[in-house]
């Protein structure tokens, strides 16, 4: 069972450390966890919470890109499949593969004889994963799959297999991975300035936001993660430093999936301006997504517009017509910011590239730039190898060589076998559907929020009365996954703000107990934390 622990200020500041890692989404754990593989003393701190910004905003797929295709991106297509593979082996409880149900009508953008042939390249390309090959439909074979699809105009399509993924805790698990190699990582840390020394970059300035305490941290190479605000922090290296980023936002609307009548992700073009998007199941509920418009905005304020919101569920009731799909059948939404690479004046938002760059500063800062969530375990790797070649020290020796992070479980990954847990949680007295839902969340560490149980009946009960999470859930995320606000667990580690109505207000109270409980506040601080979130 991995145990992780924040890391203080007073902690930080007195290590001595090969690497900092400034920023807390999946770039960022993915390169703690790579250098702590390696050997390396690293430290990671991250302004909010770990995953709060873009990482837990995605459309929460770990996909080769098949859209890439119709832009030539081969290496980037080549690549991303690559790492759906390992990913669906070292975290099959937080990515699972789905089936995607591509529908052709008549006058679409790609006719079906394109969509045959990127399909027949995509599975040429995935050839020996760990998915079924993609597979054409006629008009009847595709209406069998999912029925409730616009008939007229209809003349078949596709179905292929990608991935969906719990994007906040694979960032959490793999931070977790990382404690336990002997990283360190600290959430609601904030870097305030960069700390020179002989010309270079040598650590960071960083205020505790919680404790309220400030810290000069100090490493021999520092690596910049930091997605949306990369450009931010660049300019704290250097003031006139150009931008390498193009914001984009994107956004995401929760449904009831009865509604809309579908057993498999769709994918598909809107009728409205024929860019590439999304109707995906999650459990009982489904988002559609998502927008892709240039972003100008700090990227911790990006939020969805009703303009937005209507555009989404118009595509989407134009591909299924019984839905009717209105505003007020909204459950939630989310926003995110894409840290995109900069192209040429004049691109398309939605056909810039998701490749990505890393750069070294003029004071030896290392900057990993761009990307997509699907690739970040390569990205991570190549940062820590530009970091190494700059360091001014050999280093451990096993730091120069490869490491096992496409081989070694992330933490609740380390067996595919779930039949012992189900009866476990049976026998515990739990629904076969909160179990499901536990074992999607925990992995084989369902087995620890099992013993919470065991030991207090009480964290038995559900914590809201439209969700099957569980109190001993909240001690676990408290425990264990560096949960240390209210919003981190309803918002990142549970999802209760975007898979209930009151986007979690119900449960706000009883978390924050339980979470004081666990983390020793008082009746004051227990108030106020519950507060806090409700005010949000």
């Known amino acids: 069972m991995v145990t992780s622990v924040r890391a203080t200020m007073a902690d930080l500041a007195t290590r001595e ?32 919470d770990f995953g709060a910004g873009t990482s837990s905003r995605s459309s929460r797929l770990i996909h080769g890109g098949l859209r890439y295709l119709e832009h030539r991106h081969w290496r980037l297509v080549f690549e991303a499949l690559r790492e759906r593979t390992i990913l669906l082996r070292i975290a099959p409880h937080l990515v699972r593969p789905l089936g995607f149900v591509v529908p052709v009508h008549r006058g679409d953008r790609i006719p079906r004889w394109k969509l045959a042939a990127g399909l027949g390249l995509y599975g040429l390309f995935a050839a020996g994963g760990n998915v079924p090959r993609p597979r054409m439909f006629g008009k009847a074979g595709l209406l069998a799959l999912e029925p409730n699809l616009k008939v007229r105009g209809l003349q078949g399509g596709g179905l292929y297999y990608d991935a969906q993924c719990d994007d906040a805790r694979l960032v959490v698990a793999t931070i977790r991975s990382a404690i336990a190699h002997g990283g360190h990582a600290s959430n609601y840390a904030r870097v305030t300035g960069l700390v020179l020394g002989g010309g270079q970059v040598v650590g960071a300035n960083v205020t505790d936001e919680l404790q309220g305490d400030t810290a000069t941290i100090r490493a021999r190479a520092v690596i910049n993660a930091t997605g949306p605000w990369t450009d931010a922090v660049r300019r ?24 809309v009548g579908h057993t498999h992700g769709i994918t598909f073009t ?16 489904s988002y559609i997504g998502t927008t892709d418009v240039d972003y100008a905005g700090p990227p911790g304020e990006v939020r969805s517009t009703p303009d937005e919101v209507r555009y989404l569920l118009r595509s989407a009731n134009a591909l ?96 595919r076998t779930w039949e012992p847990f189900v009866q476990a949680g049976v026998d515990l007295g739990f629904p076969v559907e909160t179990v499901a839902h536990l074992l999607r969340l925990f992995g084989t560490e369902t087995a620890a929020v099992y013993n919470l149980v065991r030991e207090d009946q009480a964290l038995r009960a559900p914590i809201h009365p439209d969700h099957p999470a569980v ?66």
């Open 320 to 415: 299924f017509p019984h839905a009717h799909l209105g505003e007020e059948d909204v459950i939630s939404s989310w926003a995110g910011v894409r840290p995109l690479l900069a192209g040429e004046p004049g691109t398309a938002a939605s056909a810039v590239s998701r490749e990505h760059r890393v750069l070294r500063g003029p004071a030896g800062m290392i900057t990993v730039a761009g990307g997509k969530l699907t690739t970040y375990r390569q990205m991570a790797a190549e940062a820590v190898n530009a970091a190494l070649r700059s360091l001014p020290f050999g280093g451990p020796a096993q730091s120069r060589g490869t490491t096992t992070t496409d081989t070694e479980p992330l933490p609740g990954g380390e067996s």
């Open 17 to 48: 450390l090969d690497l900092l890692v400034i920023g807390g989404g999946i770039t960022g754990a993915g390169v703690l966890r790579d250098a702590a593989m390696r050997g390396l003393r690293v430290a990671l701190v991250e302004q909010g």
């Open 236 to 259: 704290m290296e250097d003031p006139s430093a150009p931008p390498v980023l193009r914001l984009t936002s994107g956004v995401h609307v929760v449904v009831r999936r009865a509604q």
């Open 270 to 285: 809107s009728p409205i301006d024929g860019r590439v998007m999304f109707v995906l199941p999650w459990g009982d509920l």
């Open 471 to 536: 109190g001993a859930e909240v001690v676990h995320c408290a425990r264990r996954e560096l949960a240390v606000r209210v919003d981190d667990i309803l918002s990142r580690r549970l999802h209760l703000t975007t898979e209930t109505a009151d986007h979690g207000r119900a449960a706000a109270g009883r978390v924050a107990e339980l979470m004081g409980r666990e983390l020793g506040w008082d009746e004051q601080r227990v108030g106020a934390e519950a507060a806090s979130f409700l005010l949000e």
